[in-house]
């Protein structure tokens, strides 16, 4: 069965995120990126794969190495979506603020 991925519940997961982080300084192997972490190296793998299909990691094969690449455009429309929300709530906080401030005053 082939289950579509959803790039936020991907993201959701601590060690997901973690594997993000870890990539976007340098590409890695498989065997690399679990020596980070204290879980067994099939469950680095499984979170490498979602993260894969995703398309927030991309793989590339070099000899008989696969490594990973962060993808920084996946992200970027991550951040494009959630962007709408963001001023949203900053327009709230800031009317918040304001009638702190007035409420202060009396």
């Not at 997901?16 to 690399?32: E, K, N, V, Y």
């Not at 894969?52 to 962060?70: A, D, M, P, S």
């Not at 993808?71 to 918040?96: C, G, H, Q, S, V």
Request: glycine share 2%; proline share 4%; net charge positive.
């Amino acid at each position: 069965m082939n289950l579509r991925r959803d790039v936020f519940q991907a993201i959701a997961d601590p060690t997901r995120r973690s594997i993000l982080l870890l990539l976007t300084t340098q590409s890695m192997t498989a065997g690399a990126i679990a020596s980070n972490f204290d879980t067994a190296r099939p469950t680095v793998s499984k979170h490498l794969q979602i993260l894969t299909e995703c398309e927030l990691l991309r793989q590339e094969q070099q000899g008989r190495e696969i490594y990973y690449h962060f993808n920084p455009n996946k992200i970027k429309e991550i951040a494009e979506f959630i962007e709408p929300f963001r001023k949203m709530w900053d327009t709230k906080f800031n009317k918040l603020e304001e009638v702190m401030k007035n409420y202060k005053k009396e």
